[in-house]
């Protein structure tokens, strides 16, 4: 994977100056690791009158399967080998997009303290990509880069020069020219714009890609023609991501028109508007209700069952009350997105002490999960087909035994007031069931008689009069008699 920046100069104003820009010297040869591989920096030519910089990106493939993040284009009958052979080595891709931003991280930010008039003035500027999937071919790579500036040259590479006949293939050989654009400029369009071509990405994407999109794409992408396609595909068509980016490159465009600051567009859409705030979104308000109760009850180990992503590990971790954070799935690549959002890898050490991502099963007994003050089920059960429930049940309230056990699922007849789903639909395709307030809260308090708890409940979000709470929340509390006798049982063991 090969990619290559050109520019020329003069004696006043040398071509190598583009060595203090990417902040790599032209007389090294230098080398990065990446997860994926090792990304190297080499300059094949560098004088007064020309300077190139050259990004060679060499993939281990092999370490990329095992990193779980080398998942073949094909369908379940070649993914195995898929895996191991495909473009990934060869054709730029969101591989080489990452590794524009981990090895020219400060040149895309414009940073440069030696030379920061040439960081903020255009610079005559080649790039050349040999290989690069194009899905939508020539067309749309000049669709995506001629409105920026770039004079674009996206030749067809043929599937077999020996046999023409065959047609082209998805890949172009690329060449962008102008003398207009900053080099930072320049790195965010390759950054954003690679992957849209490629129209995959070898990660899994999460909400913090938006912010990643609208970063790189500050200044251009808002008026950009083809903006829609750019976050649909930069998102990997997650439509909940793509509709929360449009949403706010709308606001962005919007500012700019008015020449106004975006933060206050919020509060300029109409005169009876003015002192509205935006609704705080329900996960926040059920998160922060869980740890209300938490709080409540002195939890300082606490257990979050079916943790998926990790978001309320996240939270739990700001509070150095929570001494001890066990996040437990049954997915491996929940646990996985968890981990990277954590940032576990270069977590300090006394904090990472605090936390541990476990996986398994909450339909089983499982004695590691033994001896903490509190259990939280944050929608998880409406997850499980109705005859698995009671394993859940035992394996919570009737071996792990927390003190405290909070419980939240969605409240369907609160499912009216959605204006966007369907009647008779369920929040989310993987419900298997969802209850109403009166089935949630007979569910509960058989539970908490069954297993010696007491239960409250609480409603999360706006409490209509008529349909109730979007969220409803039970909160279990051993009784004084059951608590004594788990300590003696513990004590015991």
Not at 15 to 41: M, N, R, W, Y
Not at 312 to 328: D, H, M, S
Not at 448 to 461: D, I, L, N, Q, T
């Amino acid at each position: 994977m090969f990619l290559t920046v050109t520019t020329t100069g003069t004696p006043a104003r040398p071509a190598t100056d583009l060595g203090f820009l990417l902040h790599k010297h032209p007389d090294k040869a230098q080398a990065f690791a990446t997860s994926f591989g090792t990304a190297h920096v080499l300059y094949p030519e560098a004088d007064e009158q020309r300077c190139t910089a050259a990004l060679l990106l060499e993939v281990d493939a092999v370490a990329l399967v095992r990193r779980g993040k080398g998942k073949g284009r094909g369908g379940a009958s070649d993914a195995a080998l898929a895996s191991y052979v495909n473009d990934r080595p060869y054709a730029a891709s969101s591989l080489l997009a990452v590794a524009l931003s981990r090895v020219f991280s400060s040149a895309m930010r414009g940073v440069c303290a030696h030379r920061p008039e040439r960081a903020a003035e255009p610079l005559p500027l080649r790039v050349e990509v040999p290989a690069l999937p194009a899905r939508g071919g020539p067309g749309l790579v000049r669709r995506l880069f001629e409105p920026l500036g770039w004079a674009v040259s996206a030749d067809a590479v043929p599937l077999d020069s020996a046999f023409p006949e065959w047609g082209d293939s998805r890949y172009v050989r690329l060449v962008l020219e102008s003398d207009t654009l900053r080099l930072a400029e320049a790195l965010r369009h390759l950054y954003v714009l690679l992957p849209v071509l490629d129209d995959a990405k070898h990660y899994w994407v999460s909400p913090d890609e938006v912010d990643k999109l609208l970063r790189a794409g500050e200044g251009w992408l808002p008026g950009h023609p083809e903006q829609k396609l750019i976050t649909s595909r930069y998102l990997s068509r997650r439509w909940s991501l793509t509709r929360e980016a449009m949403e706010r490159l709308e606001l962005v465009r919007l500012a700019e028109a008015e020449g106004t600051e975006v933060e206050e567009i919020d509060n300029a859409v109409a005169p009876e508007t003015e002192t509205e705030e935006r609704p705080t979104p329900l996960a926040v308000r059920r998160r922060e209700a869980i740890l209300t109760a938490l709080r409540e009850h002195g939890a300082a180990r606490v257990l979050d069952l079916g943790c998926g992503e990790g978001h309320l590990v996240r939270e739990l971790l700001k509070e150095p009350a929570f001494t001890e954070i066990t996040g437990v799935d049954v997915s491996v690549r929940a646990l996985t997105i968890a981990a990277r959002r954590l940032r576990l890898d270069t977590m300090g050490e006394r904090q990472a002490s605090r936390v541990r991502l476990l996986q398994g099963s909450l339909a089983y007994t499982d004695k590691r999960l033994t001896g903490y003050d509190a259990a939280v089920l944050s929608e998880v059960i409406e997850h499980l087909d109705l005859p698995r429930l009671p394993a859940l049940e035992y394996a919570v309230f009737g071996a792990a035994r927390p003190r405290t056990v909070v419980v939240t699922t969605p409240n369907v007849e609160y499912n009216v007031r959605w204006e966007t789903l369907p009647a008779g639909h369920v929040r989310h395709r993987d419900h298997r069931f969802e209850w109403t307030r009166a089935e949630f809260r007979a569910w509960a308090e058989t539970v908490a008689a069954r297993h010696g708890y007491g239960v409250e409940f609480r409603p999360v979000g706006p409490d209509d009069p008529e349909v109730g709470p979007p969220t409803q929340l039970a909160l279990f509390t051993q009784t004084a008699t059951t608590e004594t006798e788990s300590k003696k049982e513990a004590k015991a063991a």
